[in-house]
């Protein structure tokens, strides 16, 4: 089996990544000229890649919930950057919290500015809506509270980043602007809400299932770096 490269991966890390579907252990694989090898696999099962060092492993899944009519309580201002524009940088803090988990963190082999960088671009593409159709916020002051980034795929809406800052975390942010979000949807056409998140997140995990979420698929990812 060849591995796919991931051209935009290769460039943005200045790295050789390639990726491989693996539907069981003992599938062979060509073409090793890569600095990382992302594998992904729907089941659990032991993979070896000659020449290369598991380094990080995580369970991806996609929650997913059908849309309803929903009654707002309207005591919290929600803005909406098409209304109210915000730059990039006024959303670090959430961005970065957003990604603590991410994968791009966690494998320290990429490096925290690689994965600042990253998440920086995240919210910029998704303000000038090449990621995202609306970014929702809240705010104290001048002090990001909390955020949520939307993205259509035909019926359903998709949660992109989502994140409360750490010192207004517990107060139930994070819960009104996932709300918000979904009636933008609902409102918008849109059938379904997927937002993916790590199953070994288990507060985030904890968190949409109490907001009506089930597990729609689940994805095991792992990292081969060459020796």
């Known amino acids: 089996m060849k591995i796919k490269k991931l051209n935009w991966d290769s460039d943005f890390f200045e790295k050789n990544i390639g990726e491989v579907f693996f539907l069981d252990s003992n599938i062979a694989i060509e073409n090793l000229d890569f600095d990382l090898i992302v594998s992904k696999q729907n089941k659990s099962f032991d993979v070896e890649i000659p020449g290369f060092e598991k380094t990080f492993e995580e369970t991806k899944v996609i929650f ?5 009519p929903i009654n707002q309580n309207n ?3 929600i803005k909406d950057t098409d209304q ?3 730059n990039s ?11 603590k988990n991410s994968r791009f963190l966690l494998d320290q082999n990429f490096g925290v500015e ?15 809506k090449k990621f995202a159709i609306k970014t929702f916020y809240i705010e104290a002051g001048n002090t990001p509270v909390a955020f949520v980034t939307v993205q259509k795929a035909e019926l359903i809406g998709k949660i992109g ?3 409360t800052n750490p010192a207004f975390q517990g107060k139930g942010y994070g819960k009104k602007i996932l709300i918000f979000a979904e009636d933008f949807c609902y409102q918008n056409v849109m059938k379904t809400m997927e937002i993916p998140t790590q199953k ?6 904890n968190f949409y299932e109490k907001m ?6 689940e994805l095991i990812i792992k990292h081969f770096w060459k020796k």
Do not use: P
């Open 64 to 68: 997913e919930k059908t849309l309803s």
């Open 75 to 77: 005591d919290l201002e």
């Open 84 to 86: 109210e524009q915000r």
């Open 89 to 99: 940088d006024f959303f670090k803090t959430l961005s970065y919290e957003s990604g």
């Open 114 to 128: 690689k994965f600042k960088k990253l998440y920086d671009e995240w919210v910029a593409n998704s303000l000038n």
């Open 161 to 163: 980043l989502i994140a």
């Open 200 to 205: 070994q997140n288990l507060q985030a995990c």
């Open 212 to 217: 009506g979420y089930k597990i729609k698929e």
